[in-house]
């Protein structure tokens, strides 16, 4: 038994060492990913038809012969597949950061309530019947608002300000929480009460050409700030008087991640709901190839993010007659995910 725990934990690292020299590789999934998803779907288009649109897109649009092709191109499934791509590696990379930031692998990036927040800025959005940007505009200002109120607690608490945002996100949530529970009362029952609880469940049927920039812009300079961030996570996730000891100002650490996740998990619900799991399940498996350095687990988060959740999106545009909201497959698949892992856990006990 004990010659078989050491061949694992050898082949364990075996394996980590690895995908720690050559982790740039995993780039060839989110490119693969990429183009499989543009050929499944209601408009079918083959590869060859695919590279002459776009060619011909750039090159000299009086050619292309299929008009409607290149609308459901250039207006729908790229715009999609782009944003799902962003929002599942910026998802991701915040629950990692989280997960060191909070010494905790079961933190996901709405500990804070941010989600809660953003759902029920989007609740009041639907209930005054808003347009779609203004939807969008009202949940994200809902997440800001939300952890900018959980984060006031770190005055109350500051022998541990881990602990304290930690409860300031628990009441906070509670709050927002009731407060969507309200909106959800007082709504429509036939006309706003069921555009709420869809878009609670999560979907991208709504992503259009506009929400490219709406994305990327944030998600991108977050994930930038995370990255930056990569070694001081390493020694914040040891705790705060290790990391005080090694010259690391834990404070301006906190702030900067608490911002960049913020931003990241507000602006990824705001286009999509709410898409739970992704930033809980997707940390721990590249943890189990990567290890604990931040230096390579954060991209390889990103990369595997990105993927996941654009399989997920495929499978709920393709798999039944109608789109399957994505919270509901993310949620199916995460569950089973963890009751494996707390077999696994079990079992090493």
């Excluded at 050559?22 to 543009?38: A, E, G």
């Excluded at 799902?84 to 905790?104: E, K, P, T």
């Excluded at 109350?156 to 959800?184: C, E, H, Q, T, W």
Aim: charged share 15%.
């Amino acid at each position: 038994m004990e010659n078989f725990s050491r061949n694992h934990l050898k082949l364990i690292g075996i394996r980590q060492r690895f995908f720690v020299r050559y982790w740039p590789v995993l780039l060839i999934f989110p490119v693969f990913f990429f183009f499989w998803s543009f050929s499944l779907g209601r408009y079918p288009i083959g590869y060859q038809d695919l590279v002459r649109t776009v060619y011909l897109h750039y090159s000299d649009p009086s050619k292309i012969i299929d008009l409607n092709m290149e609308t459901v191109l250039f207006n729908i499934r790229i715009p999609r597949v782009l944003v799902v791509l962003m929002v599942g590696a910026g998802m991701s990379m915040a629950g990692s950061a989280y997960q060191g930031m909070f010494r905790n692998p079961l933190v996901s990036p709405d500990i804070l309530g941010v989600t809660a927040g953003a759902s029920f800025g989007a609740a009041l959005a639907i209930i005054q019947k808003q347009p779609i940007s203004r939807i969008q505009l009202f949940a994200f200002a809902g997440g800001i608002l939300a952890v900018y109120c959980a984060t006031r607690f770190e005055r109350m608490i500051r022998y541990d300000p881990v602990l304290a945002l930690v409860l300031g996100g628990i009441l906070i949530k509670g709050l927002f929480n009731a407060g969507l529970s309200v909106v959800k009362y007082l709504a429509d029952p036939e006309q706003s009460l069921p555009a709420i609880t869809f878009w609670l469940m999560g979907t991208f049927t709504d992503v259009v050409k506009k929400n490219i920039p709406q994305v990327a812009i944030p998600l991108i300079i977050s994930m930038i700030l995370l990255y930056i961030n990569r070694q001081r996570l390493n020694v914040v996730s040891f705790g705060d008087e290790e990391a005080k000891t090694m010259g690391v100002r834990t404070k301006h650490v906190r702030l900067e991640v608490i911002i960049a996740c913020t931003l990241i998990t507000a602006s990824s619900v705001s286009i999509c709901g709410q898409v739970g799991w992704i930033g809980l399940i997707i940390p721990h498996l590249a943890r189990s190839l990567t290890g604990p350095n931040y230096r390579v687990l954060l991209p390889v988060s990103a990369i595997l993010g990105s993927c996941f959740l654009l399989l997920c999106d495929t499978v709920c545009r393709n798999a039944f007659a109608v789109e399957l909201p994505i919270g509901i497959l993310t949620s199916l698949m995460g569950i089973p995910f963890f009751i494996i892992i707390f077999k696994q856990k079990a079992s090493k006990a």
